[in-house]
């Protein structure tokens, strides 16, 4: 086969070792870069107004086969300063064909050129792609990001709602409206009035089976009997057996009108309170702002209900015992049964110990081996032995409703609204907390779309600049082999590798 028509192929990475080798270059060949480079930067201060100048002159770095080009144009732009002889007078033509010159000399210009493909192809592309690659990383992290705010965006809206609608208000002016709510409360303990009533068949079972088994009559869940036969009396009522003649109600503290939705201590409770039975130390710390409040309300006992008008009363505790049987119930003594934490907490209980009662009734019915089978309860009162499955899951149902009516979270809410004005506070910044971390999540997704958009410009400015940094590769790719193909008469030169994997 003829030796012409065999191509010359040269590994990009090896091109510039391969020119040395062959002795195209000499090894120090960068010695003379330094000097050429400072002719064209003194060169280019000037040139003549021409657009193909002005396009070779722009965002890049210029190398041997620009300046023949700026030579072609200055050939045009510069004729008029030929003289007879074909040479130019012009001192831009001079000085530039003095670079040609230089960079002639040893093909300089083919190693400079040959260095350059080579930077382009292993680290200037490499390194845009990356750089691309993390911006286009960096939207799809913010868009997840957005993903997940909008999720606890709508997370937050929808608790803050959910207690709202739990509460019974609109959540316009929170405290204001969590202290009006208060005004509820005798007509919810009027609704568990109605369901206590009708568990007075399970109170009755269980007394009677704790009189069968202790051979004694026994009171049991007294304070349970004493609601259901006299109603949601006051305190004073269940502890001395007898009606005052005057009730002392305490005030209740009420924000100051227009509190805006915004907590005055600020506090930072968490995501979640537990809005569980209020502990009986709890401190009243009760005051009113209206104003000499006389009710005077006689009733058909003929007794006075009385509201302190004086704001400085003394705080009363819960744990405050009544030993004053003056006729006057005042404090504690004062609230309802219901209402008066301490008695409230009793009630619970006692409801728990009937229902526990009950469920164990149920297992000792279904279980075969019962000690107390039918047969041992034969001399026990008929409200024991009548009793069936069927009878017993029934009462079950009733205690479990009267403990569900008393539990309900927004009772619950009331009563403590009531009776800790800290609650309010607590209360009303926990509902805060959501709206705030509602805006909180607008802005955060707010910044990331504008992230995204920054990204997404710097992004197409960059796959702007690898493409047109490939053109150029690929041009100087061509130049290259064209070159030194010369060299070689005609023979076909193939640079290959890397750079046509760009």
Wanted: glycine share 4%.
């Amino acid at each position: 086969m003829d030796e012409q028509s065999i191509p010359i192929d040269i590994h990009t990475n090896k091109l510039l070792e391969w020119l040395i080798s062959r002795r195209h270059v000499k090894k120090e060949w960068q010695n003379n870069i330094l000097g050429i480079r400072e002719k064209i930067n003194n060169a280019i201060q000037d040139m003549p107004a021409h657009e193909g100048i002005v396009k070779l002159l722009s965002g890049q770095h210029i190398n041997y086969f620009h300046c023949r080009k700026i030579v072609d144009i200055l050939k045009e732009t510069e004729a008029d300063t030929k003289n007879v002889f074909g040479r130019y007078g012009s001192q831009r033509m001079k000085d530039w064909q003095d670079i040609l010159s230089c960079y002639q000399k040893d093909n300089v210009y083919l190693a400079e050129v040959s260095q350059i493909l080579i930077r382009n192809v292993s680290y200037e592309i490499p390194s845009l792609r990356k750089q691309l690659s993390k911006l286009q990383q960096v939207e799809l992290d913010c868009e997840k990001k957005i993903k997940d705010y909008t999720k606890s965006e709508v997370t937050c809206c929808k608790e803050f709602q959910t207690l709202c609608e739990q509460l019974g208000i609109p959540g316009k002016n929170i405290k204001n409206e969590l202290m009006e709510l208060v005004k509820d409360l005798p007509s919810i303990y009027e609704k568990s009035m109605q369901s206590l009533k009708e568990i007075e068949p399970a109170i009755d079972l269980y007394e009677a089976f704790n009189e069968y088994l202790s051979g004694n009559k026994i009171e049991v869940l007294k304070i349970l009997r004493f609601v259901i036969e006299k109603g949601n009396t006051t305190t004073y009522e269940y502890l001395h057996g007898k009606k005052p003649i005057k009730i002392d109600l305490p005030e209740i503290k009420s924000p100051s009108e227009g509190t805006e939705n915004t907590s005055s201590n600020e506090i930072d409770f968490g995501d979640d309170i537990d809005f569980g039975v209020v502990n009986e130390s709890i401190d009243f710390d009760i005051s009113s702002n209206d104003d000499n409040i006389d009710w005077s309300v006689k009733t058909d006992d003929e007794f006075e209900i009385i509201e302190h008008s004086d704001a400085n009363s003394k705080i009363i505790e819960l744990d405050i015992e009544s030993t004053s049987d003056d006729g006057i119930a005042t404090g504690v003594d004062a609230l309802t049964l219901l209402d008066n934490p301490s008695t409230r907490e009793n009630i619970l209980n006692t409801l728990l110990e009937l229902e526990s009662f009950l469920k164990m009734r149920t297992l000792e019915m279904m279980n075969e081996s019962d000690l107390l089978s039918m047969s041992q309860l034969q001399n026990a009162s008929s409200i024991i032995q009548m009793q069936t499955l069927e009878t017993i899951g029934s009462l079950s149902i009733k205690v479990d409703n009267a403990l569900k009516d008393l539990l309900n979270k927004r009772t619950q809410h009331l009563h403590n609204l009531k009776h800790s004005i800290n609650y309010v506070d607590i209360l009303t910044s926990n509902l805060n907390q959501k709206l705030s971390q509602v805006d909180r999540m607008k802005a955060c997704k707010i910044l990331m779309e504008n992230k995204i958009s920054e990204s997404r410009k710097e992004a197409g400015d960059v796959e702007n600049i690898v493409a047109l940094l490939i053109n150029k590769t690929k041009d100087l790719q061509n130049d290259i082999q064209n070159d030194i193909s010369q060299k070689y008469k005609g023979r076909v030169v193939n640079i290959v590798g890397g750079v046509n994997m760009i």
